[in-house]
């Protein structure tokens, strides 16, 4: 187990195998109460999120040391890595945006070097996985910088509302409109739901809420999935670019 200061990656990819790690064991493993709570699925979904972002600066560091690709303003060996987005040189430690990160890694280095890298590591796939790319245009949609997850509310405000757990009956329901979609919602489900309602002082109803077990699955599943993609690119990189280190 070398530390992290030996790491070619300075520790990059063993933090994102963390992360990761931790996301899928409170994916399998949840806790008491799980389906009746609150945000349940924003903590894990924070944990793939960030592990990509990790995994990302891990292999570009990799890539541009390896491969002897100089940055903008620094050589290819800085402790100080950069990307280039938007027109110019940034660094790599204050990029939070995994769509900057994962353009800058498929465009500007994987594709351009594909060659060198078949000669260098043929074992390896060094390809462009077009279902990635397509995932993290859903990721990017609600979460570029890392803050949706970790956040109940962000700058993001727009989508803010899509991942709270209870979600708000539509307004122009009457009264019995709301007894009947109550009534619906607990016959699609097998396991806990339940609706809040508030009251005037005459007991009439004025707003209600009710649970949604799976809110922003698409985004779920496509950081598991992309966040699994990765996890295996870095294992890739380690074991065919870098001889395991």
């Known amino acids: ?94 990029c939070h945006h995994v769509n900057e990160l994962y353009e800058y890694w498929l465009n500007k280095i994987l594709l351009t070097n594909i060659e060198t890298l078949n000669k260098l590591a043929p074992r390896g796939e060094w390809i462009e996985t077009v279902r990635v790319t397509e995932l993290l245009a859903i990721i990017t949609k609600y979460d570029q910088d890392s803050a949706y997850f970790r956040y109940p509310i962000t700058k993001n405000a727009l989508y803010d509302n899509k991942k709270f757990t209870m979600q708000k009956f539509n307004p122009s329901q009457n009264l019995q409109s709301f007894v009947e979609e109550i009534k619906r919602q607990k016959s699609d489900t097998n396991s806990e739901s339940f609706t809040t309602l508030f009251v005037d002082d005459e007991d009439n109803i004025i707003e209600a809420f009710k649970h949604e077990e799976n809110v922003l699955s698409d985004v779920r599943d496509a950081l598991k999935e992309v966040a699994f993609y990765f996890n295996c690119i870095h294992s890739m990189t380690r074991d065919t670019l870098c001889r395991g280190l």
């Open 1 to 94: 187990m070398n530390p992290i200061e030996h790491h070619l990656d300075k520790g990059f990819g063993i933090t994102a195998n963390a992360y990761y790690k931790s996301a899928e064991h409170l994916t399998t493993n949840p806790f008491e109460y799980y389906n009746v709570t609150q945000q349940a699925e924003m903590p894990q979904n924070f944990l793939y999120r960030h592990a990509i972002e990790l995994y990302l600066k891990s292999i570009i560091v990799i890539f541009h040391k390896t491969l002897k690709i100089e940055y903008g303003t620094v050589p290819f060996d800085s402790d100080h890595p950069e990307i280039f987005s938007k027109g110019k040189w940034k660094k790599l430690y204050t």
